[in-house]
Each structure stands twice: as C-alpha cells, then as structure tokens.
C-alpha cells in the first residue's frame, strides 16, 4: 500500500479520538519480537487497552474466546491455524452478548493473497506492519465503533490478481438498482454520509440500502461486500474511484 493508499482509506464516520472506554486488542503474530513490539507500542495509545498475545492461530482462537476483546489484530501467515481459518472460526463460532471480535489482519505485503481471503471471511479490515503506529491504532479503534476501513486502490490490486471464487454471489443477489449503485460508491471507499451526499438522499436511507446489500450478498462486512463486487465484475478493477 502506497502513501497515496492510506491517506485515502476510507472509514465510514468514526471518530479519530479515543472513546471513554478503551478498546480492548489482543494481538495475534508468530513472531515474538514484532508481537512484543506491537503491545508495547499500542499499549501507549489513546483508548487503547492490550489485554492479551497469541502465537499463532489456535492461540488467537482460544484466547478471543476467553478474555473476549474488542478487536484481534490479526497476522496472516502463522503455524498451527492461520489468521483467514482463526478468523473464520471466530465469526463462526459461539460468542458472548457483545457478538464476536472485530478482526483487523496486519501483514507485511498488501498483496499478499492471505488477506484478501481474510477479508472474504469476514476480516473488516487491513494495515500493513510498517505503517506509523498511531496510523494502525486508529484502525483499531473504527474497526470497534462498528465501521470498516478500506484501503480501495489496494483492495482493487489484490482481487485482480486473485479471484476467490465468489463471482457467482452478485448475481444470485438480486440487487436492486439503487442497492448495485449504493454498492460501488462504496467500492471506491465512500462513507455512508458521503454516499448520501452523492445520492442526495438521507443517511437513513443509504444505512437502509447498506443493510440490504449486505444482508443479499450474505457477505460479514461492507469490506467483504467490496471484495464480492469486484470479483463478480460489477465494479472493474482499475476504474476511477
């Protein structure tokens, strides 16, 4: 992801201050050392409490579930259970009140075909570990308002040069036209308030046409409903957004 890239990710309305109660994080990366250094780093963040470290997937799994964070900051490629099958499990499994953790995959390459599966199964996110820190904090705490952040110059580059077979899930949708439209603004990383502003409608009825669109689609997130318009071809990538 370019510096072009991030300046551009788009959340979807969240604030860049900290809420009143922190967020909680447990950070998931085999290795120790870039582990160690992200909860020292994080740790020192506004609105931000580390409660807890895996070494690998299982680790990730195991510990989400019993000390039940906000967010899992999530690595890709680690032993035992890789970050797309945790993050699977997670958004799959039993959860408590509060629903399951938000995922946020953190990788070295945004190329890297793990995180676009990731995304796929439900991740609402990604950032790469060389970006300032205060940049990932801030990922982490739209990801827990509830938001998604996209980065779409790189999402796009990721799906063309790996399709992950869910091109068939746009058509079988039946979107309505307003929804297909609602759908690639939000491709090219418009907030909702902007998607409204582009439609000249409420924000009410953009939520209303998000909701549908991802409850059609059965996609997680609205990142992962990205992902399946690119694939199915509805949004090309490459175009203008």
């Known amino acids: 992801m370019t510096g072009s890239d991030a300046s ?39 609105g931000i409490e580390v409660v807890g470290e895996a070494a690998d997937g299982v680790q990730a799994v195991e510990q989400a579930r019993r000390l039940r964070p906000d967010v899992v900051l999530m690595d890709v490629r680690m032993p035992r259970r890789n970050g797309i099958e945790a993050t699977r499990q997670l958004l799959d499994g039993p959860t408590g009140p509060a629903g399951p953790p938000k995922v946020v995959v953190i990788t070295t390459f945004e190329n890297d ?73 939000m491709a090219t990383g418009l907030s909702n308030p902007e998607i409204a502003d582009a439609l000249t409608v409420s924000l009410e009825t953009v939520k209303t046409h998000v909701g549908n ?27 203008a957004g």
Do not use: C, W
Not at 143 to 162: D, K, Y
Not at 227 to 236: D, F, K, Q, T
């Open 113 to 185: 075909d793990y995180v676009t599966a990731a995304l796929s199964a439900g991740a609402s996110g990604f950032v790469l570990k060389r970006l300032p820190v205060r940049q990932i904090a801030e990922a982490v705490r739209v990801v827990a308002a509830g938001e998604a952040i996209l980065f779409p110059a790189a999402l796009r580059r990721m799906v063309a040069t790996r399709p992950l077979g869910s091109a068939e899930a746009l058509p079988k949708a039946a979107l309505t036209g307003r929804e297909e439209e609602v759908l690639r603004l």
């Open 213 to 239: 669109v991802l409850t059609k689609l059965g996609a997680q997130n609205r990142t992962h409903a990205v992902v399946i318009a690119y694939e199915s071809g509805l949004v090309v990538p490459g175009f």
């Open 8 to 46: 551009s990710a788009a959340t979807t309305g969240a604030g860049s201050g900290p809420a009143s109660t922190p967020v909680t994080l447990l950070i998931a990366d085999d290795d120790e050392v870039t582990r160690s250094g992200l909860r020292t780093l994080l740790a020192a963040q506004p």
